[in-house]
């Protein structure tokens, strides 16, 4: 009985890999395509902003119709207010991202910045104070973060513009970047338990 339970993991890891073999080139080209596509968002961190912006404000538009309508459809519910402003909530901020795209960026970077700059504040004084193991790194965490709040406001109105489509570029860039050393670990698999 304990052999059968511990077989099965190993079998599962196997498959797992054998999964991932037969589609290496796929996720080596899917990331690939996204750290091209990363690069150019960085590249044009002001477009990519507005075509963030645009997408979550659609998003926002298409959450705020099932909002209502399932409030509608639930109209006995005690929850049904909640549900409909809610719902209310979500089209009044998507129809606003969509009709002034420049001002919600600026909105979203300014919130942003704030947060930065209390979560910053706010690690730096737990640190100091309860000085627990390994506070020097909530310190320097705490540092980057009001940094990054000054940078923002230092590049105030031009980082706003720039800012939300540069972290999207970022993050496809890593996100890319993942996918394609999963590709080339899923190829060299074979490799490896051979000459193990």
């Not at 409030?71 to 402003?85: I, P, V």
Request: proline letters at 2%; glycine letters at 10%.
């Amino acid at each position: 009985m304990a052999n059968a339970t511990q077989v099965a993991p190993d079998k599962r890891v196997e498959s797992s890999s054998n999964q991932l073999r037969s589609i290496w080139v796929i996720l080596i080209v899917m990331g690939i395509v996204l750290m091209l596509v990363g690069a150019m968002a960085i590249g044009s961190s002001y477009v990519a902003t507005l075509a963030t912006l645009l997408v979550f404000g659609s998003l926002l538009l298409v959450g705020a119709v099932f909002q209502i309508v399932t409030a509608f459809f639930g109209r006995s519910w005690r929850g049904f207010f909640l549900h409909l402003l809610l719902g209310i909530l979500y089209l009044v901020t998507g129809v606003f991202i969509i009709k002034n795209p420049l001002e919600a960026a600026l909105t979203l970077t300014v919130l942003l910045a704030i947060s930065l700059l209390a979560g910053g504040v706010l690690r730096i004084a737990l640190a100091l104070i309860q000085r627990f193991s390994g506070w020097g790194w909530m310190i320097l965490n705490g540092v980057v973060s009001i940094l990054l709040a000054a940078a923002i406001w230092r590049g105030w109105p031009i980082s706003g513009l720039e800012f939300i489509g540069l972290i999207v570029g970022i993050e496809m860039m890593f996100c890319g970047f993942s996918w394609t050393m999963l590709g080339l670990t899923a190829r060299l698999a074979p490799r490896a338990a051979a000459s193990a």
